[in-house]
Structures are given as C-alpha cells and as structure tokens.
T-cell receptor, first 115, second 113 residues
C-alpha cells in the first residue's frame, strides 16, 4: 500500500512565524500535491510538483511556497503565517503522466492553527 | 474549465436506508471520476473510481456510474450503516494537466442507529 506521511497531525504557530509542513511518500510517485481543506469550501489546491525541483502553482498559492529536493519529499512553507492560514492541510501523491486514471493517495492531514 | 458540484449536506439517514449523493461535473476533456471518503480525523481514502463513460465503480456496497450524457457520477448505497458516517467527496482528474484533481465541496453523511 502507498503510504503518505505528514510529519505533524497538529501544529500551533504564532502570526508571522515561518512554518514548514513536511510530507513523505514511499511509492516512487512523480506527482505530489498540497491542498488545504476548509468547511464548505472542500479541497483547494495550493501547489503541486510533477518532478524533483519542479513546482506549479495551484488555485490558491498566495502566501505559500514549496520545495521538492528529493522525489519522496514535498514541503509546504508558510513564509509568514497569518490567521487566515488556519486550516487542515492535506498532502497527496500519484504516479506520473501515462497513468491518468490513477487515484491520489492522501496523508492524514496536518491541522494548523495560527494564533 | 473543470469543476465538480455535489449536493450540500449534511445528509441524515437511518440505518439501512438508501443513500444517494448527487455529483455533476464540467470538464474540457475526458476525465476520470472518483469518490473519496473522509472519516473523522483522517485524510481522504479512495472509495471507487470510473475511467470512461458507462463505467460503474463499486466498493463496500457503494456504486457510481459515469454518465457522460448527463455529466453525472452519483454515489449510491442500498443500505447504509452507522459506520458509513463520514464526508464524501466527488472528484475528477484532468489527463491533460498533470493529472490535477478537482474536488467537490464534500457531503457529510450522518447515519443514525
């Protein structure tokens, strides 16, 4: 089974702090994604990466950046955390192009609270 | 563009009732369609999928049929259990854009004993 591991289940940070959310997958997937989940809004794509050192903006990239130095690891960075970034963050991975009907595999999420 | 619309919740049913959660989509190409389930405190798990028109996905008693003519992928289950209480997400994947997924807003299901 594919395993996607997010390093923290719960985080509490202060406004203005730099925050790192880490995600690791163990199935050699090319694609990795970061979503945030908010009540009534479903899942919104922040950033995704289709290869090492490659990244693409999703629908709501403002206030975030990402890093993919190794294939198995995809980090989400909040440069200066704000209260409106309080949310559930979900990491996901999938195989690369040519496997278009493959599902996303999700981690268990990190619930971030910014005070 | 691509988008997914699903019925708003919460949906509250008694055990053994019939379940339908409606999902419609808009897509520029020929997407694959998925249903995911999220139990409290967990990430999303794949429930079922369908990759082309008229395909039926099924798992754990849940079913959904890919209807191209009505652009729909409604989730059904004949007899729900308390353990089915969760949030259900309909999604499509875009073959032509790095397999990006587009999700509906989720429908919360509460099943009462």
């Amino acid at each position: 089974d594919v395993k996607v591991t997010q390093s923290s289940r719960y985080l509490v940070k202060r406004t203005g702090e730099k925050v790192f959310l880490e995600c690791v997958q163990d199935m050699d997937h090319e694609n990795m994604f970061w979503y945030r989940q908010d009540p009534g809004l479903g899942l919104r794509l922040i950033y995704f990466s289709y290869d090492v050192k490659m990244k693409e903006k999703g629908d709501i990239p403002e206030g975030y950046s990402v890093s993919r130095e190794k294939k198995e690891r995809f980090s989400l960075i909040l440069e200066s955390a704000s209260t409106n970034q309080t949310s559930m963050y979900l990491c996901a991975s999938s195989p690369g192009t040519g496997t278009y009907n493959s599902p996303l595999h999700f981690g268990n999420g990190t619930r971030l609270t910014v005070t | 563009g691509n988008s997914v619309t699903q019925m708003e919740g919460p949906v509250t049913l008694s055990e053994e009732a019939f379940l339908t959660i409606n999902c419609t989509y808009t897509a520029t190409g020929y997407p694959s369609l998925f249903w995911y389930v999220q139990y409290p405190g967990e990430g999303l798990q794949l429930l079922l999928k369908a990759t082309k028109a008229d395909d039926k996905g099924s798992n754990k008693g849940f079913e959904a049929t890919y209807r191209k003519e009505t652009t729909s992928f409604h989730l059904e289950k004949g007899s729900v259990q308390v353990s089915d209480s969760a949030v259900y997400f309909c999604a499509l994947s875009d073959l032509y854009n790095f397999n990006k997924f587009y999700f509906g807003s989720g429908t919360k299901l509460n099943v009462k004993p």
